[in-house]
């Protein structure tokens, strides 16, 4: 995929800028300070086209899962013109320090910044840029305002550089997908009704969506645990039972979500038993689908394609606007939409040892998966 880079001449003594009249910057490590930015975090994610990523509860649960002690940090910005902008963040790479967005890399979910107005979002890429070290923004999105304010709080003090990366399905809502059967066209639409007489052969169908209490949401992430691993997930030890940390993450994350009145749970049942499941949330007018499982034994009758139907008839009796896959773009959900968010990564090497190391670091392993490509090697 084709690189684009923007740097204003090669490494030189970082240029020095001073901060906008009247911003006021910060940075919140500890539990205490990072509490004290809780509201403003929680109020930031709740403007309208966040992702369910943006949610406070998410990099919590990461950061008590996956990172080192104090390792998520949070920096603020606010402006008196603008309002705030934060970017939560974690330190990787040791000595170099690199800044990432918490939980991109395990979990490969998109994610961004959070911002009040878009306007802001220029002090707080210049604030990331004067901290020197090298910054990594794996999957966000391609038409976010963030990555033309780091592009240009990057000119003249680093190395500014943004690729695609695999684009994120989703649907847009509206008053057809009560019928869902009926937005499929040829085979898939034969295909779906002829899994769910196979479905109906064997029992009872039924479909339920929870929206479970703190108290309840570790028994059903049993069950939810359980279908997975019955699938081809467990013989790849890749199930959320088996891979102890990211079931850990699921579950802390399930119970805050559940504490914010946003987690949903869906099983498809024949005859009483979980065939499919979905682990959900509802966030932002949008039905978001985190993972998804179900029994092999079920496969005949397409479970977790029955599954995705009921729910997305369900997103579109409450009313809500988008049905978002996550992931990546796959064969199963080429079946519901063609429609994706683009998605890039941005890398940023402030001129300095730091950016500098990093910037060479990259190139290298660039050009040697580039020649492994060429060689035919998988990296």
């Not at 309002?83 to 974690?90: C, D, T």
């Not at 950016?355 to 090697?377: K, N, P, Q, Y």
Request: hydrophobic fraction near 45%; charged fraction near 25%; aromatic fraction near 8%.
């Amino acid at each position: 995929m084709a690189w684009t880079t923007v740097s204003s001449g090669g490494p030189r003594t970082p240029a020095r800028r001073r901060a906008p009249d009247g911003v006021v910057t910060r940075v919140a490590r500890n539990p205490d300070e990072l509490a004290e930015l809780a509201p403003v975090w929680d109020g930031l994610a709740a403007r309208p086209g966040t992702g369910v990523t943006q949610d406070r509860a998410w990099s919590e649960a990461y950061a008590a899962t996956f990172g080192p002690p104090g390792g998520l940090e949070v920096l603020a910005v606010t402006s008196p013109v603008h309002g705030m902008a934060m970017a939560p963040l974690e330190r990787r790479d040791g000595v170099l320090g690199r800044l990432e967005l918490p939980g991109v890399k395990e979990l490969y979910e998109p994610m961004d910044l959070l911002y009040e107005d878009a306007a802001a979002l220029p002090a707080l890429a210049e604030a990331l840029l004067r901290i020197g070290r090298p910054i990594f923004l794996r999957r966000v999105p391609a038409d976010s305002p963030v990555v033309a304010a780091l592009r240009q709080a990057s000119e003249g003090r680093g190395v500014f550089v943004a690729r695609p990366v695999v684009a994120a399905p989703f649907i847009a809502l509206d008053a057809g997908w009560l019928e869902p059967d009926k937005k499929l066209v040829g085979r898939y639409r034969s295909d779906l009704r002829r899994a769910r007489r196979h479905a109906t052969a064997l029992g009872t169908v039924r479909c339920e969506v929870l929206a479970p209490t703190p108290e309840e949401v570790d028994r059903l992430l049993d069950e939810v645990y359980e279908v997975e691993a019955a699938s081809w997930k467990g013989a790849a030890d890749s199930a959320l039972s088996i891979d102890r940390a990211r079931g850990l993450f699921y579950r802390r994350y399930g119970r805050a979500a559940a504490r914010k009145g946003i987690l949903r749970v869906a099983f498809l049942r024949i005859d009483e038993r979980a065939a499919a499941t979905q682990l959900a949330a509802e966030w932002d007018h949008g039905y978001w689908l985190l993972k998804i499982g179900y029994r092999d034994e079920f496969a005949r009758c397409s479970p977790g394609s029955l599954l995705v139907a009921e729910t997305l008839r369900y997103a579109a009796e409450r009313g809500l606007s988008h049905y978002e896959f996550l992931g990546g773009v796959e064969p199963w959900t080429r079946t519901w939409t063609d429609a994706e968010r683009a998605c890039v990564s941005v890398r940023v090497y402030p001129y300095g040892w730091a950016g500098m190391a990093a910037l060479a670091l990259d190139a290298g392993e660039r050009a040697a998966h580039d020649v492994g490509e060429r060689m035919g090697v998988r990296s």
